[in-house]
């Protein structure tokens, strides 16, 4: 299968194609194997940027397509921490505007803004006990979402499932599972992994 399908075939995809052509973007494009100090501090042999994927055409419109699969239909919106959620939360964003379900979109500043309302949450305001899922590009220890969620408890919204497109299953499900917060992701480090090696042979 290419990694570079067209446009007009990833809009009306299947989920296993859309799955596939995401995966194998994602092994070619935003994993890379060497000596790594992540954002948690920890060591690693590889890195996956996944910006380099999602804020593509394509990639925006696959990873927007199979996360707005995944959300309940009581959702009211999607939110991530910024910098690597903003591409995802838009991308579902826009995604479920053409499929005739519009969600809002809310970015996370990792500091309140210094100037005007001084807030740290972008986006439409929604209800009190609006129910918010909160997006994410790779996984690790889970730290990060986790600042997603709590600033969006703290202004009323429900907040009890985080979705991801990479889990480096390093602690990260754990974590959330601790803290009462349902989890999953599009693909774990395995299966990019496989296809790394899949796409090198």
Not at 21 to 39: R, W
Not at 102 to 120: C, D, E, F, M, S
């Amino acid at each position: 299968m290419t990694t570079n399908p067209s446009l007009s075939t990833l809009l009306t995809a299947d989920t296993a194609t859309l799955r596939q052509c995401l995966l194998n973007q994602i092994a070619t494009e935003a994993y890379k194997e060497g000596d790594f100090i992540l954002s948690s501090g920890q060591k690693s042999t590889y890195y996956i940027n996944g910006k380099l994927v999602t804020l593509t055409a394509a990639g925006g419109v696959m990873t927007g397509r199979l996360i707005l699969q995944q959300l309940d239909p009581d959702i009211a919106a999607v939110a991530g921490l910024t910098l690597g959620a903003d591409p995802i939360v838009s991308a579902v964003s826009v995604v479920s505007a053409y499929e005739d379900r519009p969600l809002p979109a809310l970015i996370i500043r990792k500091k309140a803004k210094g100037h005007g309302t001084q807030a740290y949450i972008e986006g439409p305001s929604l209800p009190e006990g609006a129910k918010v899922v909160v997006l994410e590009d790779v996984v690790t220890t889970g730290k990060s979402a986790a600042q997603a969620v709590e600033r969006l408890q703290d202004i009323g919204y429900q907040v009890t499932e985080i979705i991801a497109v990479v889990d480096r299953q390093q602690g990260g499900s754990e974590f959330y599972a601790s803290q009462n917060l349902k989890f999953s992701s599009l693909f774990t480090i395995a299966d990019v992994q496989k296809a790394y090696q899949a796409l090198k042979s």
